[in-house]
């Protein structure tokens, strides 16, 4: 497969391009037309870093459809909506049980496997790794105001383009023991935080400090915590499905 960065369309037009098959990671449609296009077992996977809103196929909005359709199919989803202390805290009592049982699971696999990619998303390990990183962006960096938050064997997306400037190492080869550790940590602060919760402190607007850091604009702890369970329930998610095509292997 032929692999492509930073390939810059804006404004153009493309006359019967053909992308069959090819995968378009991290691309922006802002505003984009697409018309008398197949797209046939074409597959759209916003999720997280994606949006979806103001999608249209053939004038029909399809985020709402699609938030519907996983409520449906998730009905505990609609905790990671909460608003107040109380919902906030069922999220996050649902997000750690979902995580619990996916550990488990992972568990019973062998160490080598849980390293491995599935169609070159992150491994088991490295999504323990992200979410560590994602605990340090929102409730360390943010809500807890730490300047210097970041566990070395965190792991972000291709945005960061200097991770050693956080001290990140994307290199690291950590085992899921150790990595589990460090998850551990950052679970038992992202609990008492979730228990001690109270509708002021939801409304104050945590200010990043002037380190250098994600995310760099002030968010409320609504919406960081509100983040954290987002981060959390998707990549349980991924996780889940990477662990099914791996079955075999176990």
Request: hydrophobic letters at 35%.
């Amino acid at each position: 497969m032929t692999h492509g960065e930073n390939v810059d369309f804006r404004g153009a037009r493309l006359d019967d391009p053909d992308f069959s098959d090819a995968r378009l990671h991290g691309a922006s449609f802002e505003g984009a037309r697409l018309t008398e296009v197949w797209l046939g077992n074409a597959r759209i996977e916003a999720n997280i870093s994606g949006s979806l809103d103001g999608l249209r196929i053939n004038g029909v909005e399809i985020a709402p459809l699609v938030e519907a359709e996983l409520d449906r199919q998730y009905p505990d989803r609609v905790k990671l909506r909460a608003t107040d202390p109380s919902g906030l805290l069922k999220g996050w009592t649902m997000v750690e049980d979902v995580w619990r049982t996916t550990t488990e699971r992972a568990q019973r696999h062998p160490r080598a496997v849980l390293h491995e990619r599935v169609d070159d998303d992150w491994s088991f390990v490295e999504t323990l790794r992200h979410l560590i990183f994602a605990h340090d962006c929102w409730l360390n960096r943010m809500v807890r105001g730490e300047p210097h938050p970041y566990h070395h064997w965190g792991l972000a997306g291709p945005w960061l383009s200097n991770p050693s400037e956080l001290d990140i190492d994307p290199l690291a080869t950590p085992s899921l023991d150790e990595v589990l550790e460090v998850r551990r940590q950052r679970l038992d602060v992202a609990r008492a935080t979730y228990e001690s919760l109270t509708p002021t402190e939801l409304d104050r607007v945590c200010v990043p400090p002037d380190t250098p850091g994600h995310p760099m604009d002030p968010h409320t702890v609504r919406e960081c915590l509100q983040t954290i369970l987002e981060e959390e329930w998707e990549h349980a998610r991924y996780a889940n499905r990477d662990l099914d095509a791996l079955a075999p292997r176990a």
